[in-house]
C-alpha cells in the first residue's frame, strides 16, 4: 500500500462505525502486524500502560482443522511493538466496548481472551480481516 492508499484506509478506518473492524484496521496498518497475529492477540498482550503490544502467536487456517493458533511465521516475528497514544485510547475504548459487549452475553459466552471474537467469543480466522 502507498502513502496515498494508507492515508485512505486510516481516514476510511477513523470513521468506522464498527469499534471491532476500526480497532483491527487501525492496529494492522498503525503497527505492520500481519492478519494472523491480530487474530491470535491476547488481552495479556496488550499493556497500555507501557503502550505495548507482545507479539507471541499467530492464527492460520489449516484445512480440515480451521483455525490453529502457532508461533508466529518467524523467531524474530516474536516482538514487542511500541503503539502510539491514539492506538492505546482506541484500546481502552475497544475494551470497555468489548466488556460490555461480553457481559451482556451472560452464560452464552465463550470464555475467551481473544481481542477479536466471533460472535459468541470463538476466534476470528485471519480471512475474516480482510478489507
Known amino acids: 500500500m502507498n502513502d496515498e492508499d494508507a492515508k485512505k484506509f486510516y481516514a476510511a478506518a477513523e ?16 503497527t505492520g502486524m500481519r492478519r494472523g497475529e491480530v487474530c491470535g492477540l491476547e ?26 493458533t502457532k508461533s508466529p ?8 511493538i511500541g503503539i502510539s497514544s491514539h492506538l492505546v485510547q482506541l484500546l481502552r475504548e475497544y475494551r470497555e466496548w468489548y466488556d460490555q459487549y461480553t457481559d ?14 466471533k460472535e459468541m467469543g470463538d476466534p476470528i480466522y485471519p480471512s475474516t480481516i480482510e478489507f
Open 73 to 80: 511465521k518467524t523467531a524474530s516475528s516474536n516482538r514487542v
Open 15 to 30: 470513521t468506522y462505525p464498527d469499534i471491532k473492524i476500526k480497532t483491527a484496521a487501525e492496529l494492522l496498518l498503525l
Open 104 to 117: 451482556s452475553l451472560g452464560d452464552q459466552w465463550i470464555q475467551s481472551n481473544r481481542l477479536f471474537i
Open 43 to 68: 488481552w495479556d498482550d496488550v499493556d497500555l500502560d507501557e503502550e505495548t503490544i507482545t507479539i507471541n502467536r499467530s492464527v492460520v487456517t489449516v484445512k480440515g482443522y480451521g483455525a490453529v
